[in-house]
């Protein structure tokens, strides 16, 4: 019994020790990204936010939020550009749904209103900026990776980033402005 308890504790240790590294070294997992090599940054949900954004067309409908690591936050904040290496910006895109539920409560609250909600549904994909003024200098220094599902977006996919962030060159590439 005594070695039992001492093998659960000591397991439980282990995992808890890997549990408290794998953030801190700061790998990122999965299959990398083509042309770039860039793999999804581990942790980047819980990375804070630049703006949000809504995008309309055709048949699409998506809500948009982008989130930057602190590197990111702090130079968005300074108005810095060029961004130092080291910054990465993030993209979430959901598909957007009219929400019946918010819509129900809001017209009992503002009768006559007419107001309508709609919020992010299911994830369609994610983006990722990585700033290496070296590593990246043929692309303005930035890498550019696309993510659905955690799988990897193909070549072809990769060669249309950095051409269609050519106009935003003023402002180091990035649309996005800080949302105060
Ligand atoms: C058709 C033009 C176009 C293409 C192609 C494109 N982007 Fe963007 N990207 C934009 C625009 C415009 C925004 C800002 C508005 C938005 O997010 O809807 C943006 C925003 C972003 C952002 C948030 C930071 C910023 O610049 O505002 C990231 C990250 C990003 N794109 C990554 C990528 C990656 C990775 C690819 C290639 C797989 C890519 N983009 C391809 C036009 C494009």
């Given at each position: 019994?005594?070695?039992?308890?001492?093998?659960?504790?000591?397991?439980?240790?282990?995992?808890?020790?890997?549990?408290?590294?794998?953030?801190?070294?700061?790998?990122?997992?999965?299959?990398?990204?083509?042309?770039?090599?860039?793999?999804?940054?581990?942790?980047?949900?819980d990375?804070?936010?630049?703006?949000?954004?809504?995008?309309?067309?055709?048949?699409?409908?998506?809500?948009?939020?982008?989130?930057?690591n602190?590197?990111?936050?702090?130079?968005f904040?300074?108005?810095?550009?060029?961004?130092?290496?080291g910054?990465?910006i993030?993209?979430?895109?959901w598909?957007?749904?009219?929400?019946?539920?918010?819509?129900?409560?809001?017209?009992?609250?503002?009768?006559g209103?007419g107001?309508?909600?709609?919020?992010?549904?299911?994830?369609?994909?994610?983006?990722?900026?990585?700033?290496?003024?070296?590593?990246?200098?043929?692309?303005?220094?930035?890498?550019?990776?696309?993510?659905k599902?955690?799988k990897?977006?193909?070549?072809?996919?990769?060669?249309?980033?950095?051409?269609?962030?050519?106009p935003a060159?003023?402002?180091?590439?990035?649309f996005t402005?800080?949302?105060?």
């Open positions: 019994m005594k070695r039992i308890v001492f093998a659960l504790v000591a397991t439980g240790a282990l995992a808890s020790m890997i549990a408290y590294m794998a953030p801190a070294s700061g790998q990122a997992d999965g299959e990398a990204a083509p042309i770039y090599e860039i793999k999804i940054p581990s942790g980047y949900r990375w804070r936010l630049i703006s949000v954004n809504h995008l309309a067309g055709g048949n699409l409908k998506q809500m948009r939020a982008q989130l930057g602190d590197v990111a936050i702090k130079a904040r300074e108005g810095k550009v060029p961004f130092p290496d910054t990465i993030a993209a979430l895109h598909t957007e749904a009219s929400s019946d539920e918010n819509n129900k409560v809001l017209a009992i609250g503002f009768p209103a107001l309508q909600s709609s919020v992010a549904e299911s994830p369609v994909n994610v983006q990722f900026m990585v700033k290496d003024s070296k590593k990246y200098a043929a692309t303005g220094g930035w890498g550019f990776a696309d993510f599902d955690g990897p977006g193909t070549e072809a996919l990769h060669k249309t980033c950095f051409p269609c962030h050519e060159k003023d402002r180091d590439y990035v402005r800080y949302a105060r």
